[in-house]
């Protein structure tokens, strides 16, 4: 099991920053990709970015150039994902979610399961 906690967040202007954080524990050796969500109201959820376990990174087309993932390997339980959010719009608006994609292996079988985060509400104001 991947267990997901999260933190940042919250009201910005357009044009401003924020920087979401979300701490992966238990089996982190595991874990493919870490991936950020957003949902904005009325509007399906969407992957924003994704880093995978040798650090390549992915953008969505809406925030490259904006956004950047990143991530913080130096405790050995746990590693921390960032997502630092600049340039900020309205349209950034939305729920966002960490996740994990992890293999969970038992005997000669390998699953891909998902993690999720709690949401973390985004605001940014025109």
């Known amino acids: 099991q991947v267990q997901l906690v999260k933190s940042g967040g919250g009201l910005v202007q357009a044009g401003g920053s924020l920087r979401l954080s979300c701490a992966a524990s238990?089996?982190?050796?595991?874990?493919?990709?870490m991936n950020w969500y957003r949902q904005a109201p009325g509007k399906q959820r969407e992957l924003v970015a994704t880093?995978?376990?040798?650090?390549?990174?992915?953008?969505?087309d809406s925030v490259k150039g904006r956004f950047t993932i990143s991530r913080d390997n130096a405790k050995i339980t746990i590693f921390t994902v960032y997502l630092q959010m600049n340039s900020l719009k309205p349209e950034d608006t939305g729920v966002y979610y960490c996740n994990a994609e992890y293999q969970d292996t038992t005997g000669w079988s390998t699953t891909i399961r998902n993690s999720w985060g709690q949401g973390t509400q985004v605001t940014v104001s025109s």
């Open positions: 880093i995978t376990r040798t650090s390549s990174t992915n953008y969505s």
């Open positions: 238990g089996r982190i050796f595991s874990i493919n990709t």
